[in-house]
């Protein structure tokens, strides 16, 4: 929880960077962890410096597929892979996704020589350029297995409640609630198969004495399950 609240405020921070580059909208989001800045968007592209983790960076574009992002730090130009670009989304900080960038703005741009000319002339690798393999063409995304997500967190008293649901592309569909007080916590996450099948998961956790998990549903096909078991956690 700790964690998420302080990329929240990192994001928030980061704002601060909006701005607009090449006519492409800026917007503010934050590394997930110390990953290198690269001078194109693969691996196989030099490291310009490093992104420290919970860091406010400015995300310009990233190439078709969203696999890849072109963003601003510190000064710094280059690429760094989405999976590691964090940013608010329907209130609660999220890994960048094509689903995500589609909904908040963040649109497809491309890497040539013209931005490898523009960035990177002062670096000793500047005149390699033809060393590096070409771009890569990137075929449509892929649908995205979650078409909708919700979640939702209040505290009050020393105790917290969390609700979460997700929709599935197929037609399935899962809620949790979580709720944590004194050093307890206990969770109940409900699932329903789009064939048919469902399951529920309900987890207690207590601080010094373990916890417990209890897992029952029913198949697509009409067959139960079930089980409890307990385990150390500290």
Known sequence: MLKKLFVAAALIAGATLAGTASGNAA??????????????????????????????????GCVSGYSWCDIAFAGYRGWV?????????????????????AAVGIGVVAFNRAYWDRYYTAY?????????????AYG????????????????ANGSCTGTSGTTGRYGGSTSQTRSCADGSCSSTRNTEGPYGGS?????SCAYGSGC??????????????GGTRSFSRW
Do not use: E, M
């Open 124 to 136: 000793p690798w500047y005149g390699r350029w033809a060393a590096y393999p070409p771009p890569r």
């Open 81 to 101: 892979a989405a999976s590691y670009i964090q940013l608010v989304y329907g209130g609660a900080p999220v890994v960048l996704t094509a689903p995500v960038a």
């Open 199 to 203: 399951a529920t998961r309900t987890r």
């Open 140 to 155: 449509p995304y892929p649908a995205p297995r979650v078409t909708s997500h919700s979640r939702d967190v209040t505290c």
């Open 212 to 225: 417990s998990a209890t897992r029952s549903g029913v198949t697509g096909g009409g067959r139960t399950f």
């Open 27 to 60: 917007t503010a989001a934050v590394s997930t962890a110390n990953v290198n800045l690269r001078a194109g968007p693969s691996t196989a592209y030099p490291a310009v410096t490093v992104v420290p983790a919970g860091t406010p960076i400015t995300t310009f």
